[in-house]
């Protein structure tokens, strides 16, 4: 049982505030250091795996993070140049390995919320919004953090700091640890708008289009009103202005690409981003440690990265709660385990998911969507490639690492 109870998280994205929970309810004394005056509602995360709804429920988030949002038992291949959908997969076939044989489409920052207004009923948790972590220092006995509000800079001190402020992490660049790894050439557009996909084409809540030409991803969240709205993810060349992209003109004609509608789409958001498959050489220094986008970056396709950066979270909870001190050789087996099963699954699974989609090849594509009906027609493929993607295959290899 660790002794040293301090812990100081930079960053209350969802990794964060997940990482501060986890902390709190292991008796940590938590502080956490948020730049951003207000939740970040911006559309990034929405789908989360039978793996990390496990862990949600272990803190005791689940019941409201199910409600707020879409339970999808299905998701769909689509060969989007002959506009037919090929496989899809049911994730009802995990009832036998989880709690929970589905995803959930919720948004990243209605767990924020969520988990926010949880850590008001623990007195052992102080969240610092509108502040900065500036540096981050360690020696013998523990960290040192420079964080500024309003221009003023202070100190703070504890036992261990926990970056989780994200893929430009400033914790990780205060300790010199390289982000291995590359950026892809093209942008990820993200379009968002209240036409319904499912009545139009039948599809399911998750459903990725591969096309020569273009791909695409479609996935449906609740919306804050709960009304529901479709994302659909496209790639973006980087050498065309951001302003032709972003048009109204352009939006209108991707989705058309989709689904040609009758009516002007209504579009309720766009919003675009460069997309890197990267991991930290290392995921600890001494007192120090990385989780979530700080440690790792990877494409949304197969919507993975924030939920490995949940399994971080908890991850580094245990570790910390086993621990005796920050001498404890335990410690080093965070690493041993996050950073393995980020590169054997994440950035793996992400990697071969745009490859499908992309593909270009007539050979290759039709062997990828050949495989992939296959898969679905075989129970037992169909299962081993469903605990694959959901990371329950993940969680349990972790465990196995000491
Ligand atoms: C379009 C898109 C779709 C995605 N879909 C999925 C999906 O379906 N499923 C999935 O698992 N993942 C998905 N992801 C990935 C997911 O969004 C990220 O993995 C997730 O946001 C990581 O959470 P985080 O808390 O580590 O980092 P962030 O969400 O980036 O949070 C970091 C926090 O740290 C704060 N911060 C930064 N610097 C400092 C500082 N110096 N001091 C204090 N605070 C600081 C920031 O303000 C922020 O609140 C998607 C990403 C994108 C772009």
């Not at 730049?35 to 709804?53: E, G, K, W, Y």
């Not at 220092?137 to 309003?150: F, K, L, S």
């Not at 939920?307 to 910390?320: Q, V």
């Amino acid at each position: 049982m660790n002794v040293q109870k301090d812990v100081i998280v930079a960053g209350g994205g969802p990794v964060g505030m997940v990482t501060a929970l986890a902390l709190a309810q292991r008796d940590f004394n938590v502080t956490v250091v948020e730049a951003d005056a207000q939740v970040d509602t911006n559309p990034r995360a929405a789908t989360t795996h039978a793996s990390t709804l496990e862990m949600l429920a272990s803190i005791g988030v689940i019941d409201e993070f199910i409600a707020a949002g879409l339970t999808a038992r299905y998701f769909d291949f689509w060969d989007r140049d002959q506009s037919r959908k090929i496989a899809r997969f049911d994730h009802d076939l995990l009832r036998n390995d989880t709690q929970f044989p589905f995803v959930v489409q919720t948004e990243q920052h209605k767990l924020v919320r969520i988990i926010e207004a949880k850590l008001k009923s623990y007195p052992n948790v102080t969240v610092l919004r509108g502040t900065s972590v500036a540096a981050a220092e360690q020696d013998a006995n523990g960290v040192t953090v420079t964080v500024e509000r309003d221009g003023v800079q202070e100190k703070l001190s504890g036992h261990f700091l926990v970056g989780t402020d994200g893929g430009r992490s400033t914790v990780r660049k205060s300790l010199n640890i390289e982000f291995e790894g590359y950026t892809w050439p093209e942008q990820f557009l993200v379009l968002t708008t209240s036409f319904d996909f499912e009545k139009a084409l039948g599809s399911s809540y998750r459903a990725y289009f591969a096309g020569a030409d273009e791909w695409c991803n479609l996935f449906k969240v609740a919306g804050d009103d709960m009304k529901g709205r479709w994302r659909a993810v496209f790639p973006a060349p980087v050498d065309v202005p951001e302003e032709v992209i972003m048009s109204d003109e352009a939006a209108q004609r991707r989705l058309n690409g989709i689904f040609r509608c009758d009516e002007e789409y209504e579009l309720l958001h766009k919003n675009i981003y460069r997309v890197h498959q990267r991991v930290a050489a290392s995921f600890r220094k001494g007192r120090i440690f990385l989780a979530g986008d700080s440690s790792h970056v990877n494409n949304p396709i197969g919507g993975l990265g924030l939920n490995c950066g949940i399994h971080d979270a908890l991850e580094i909870a245990n570790t910390l709660a086993q621990a005796t001190d920050a001498n404890d050789p335990l410690l080093d087996r965070f690493e041993r385990r996050r950073r393995t099963m980020n590169i054997e699954f994440v950035q793996q699974q992400t990697i071969a998911n745009k490859k499908r989609l992309e593909e270009k090849d007539p050979a290759v594509r039709a062997k990828n969507l050949d495989d992939l009906v296959e898969i679905q027609n075989d129970p037992a493929r169909q299962h081993a490639f469903l605990m694959r993607s959901s990371l329950l295959d993940s969680v349990r290899k972790s465990q196995a690492i000491q």
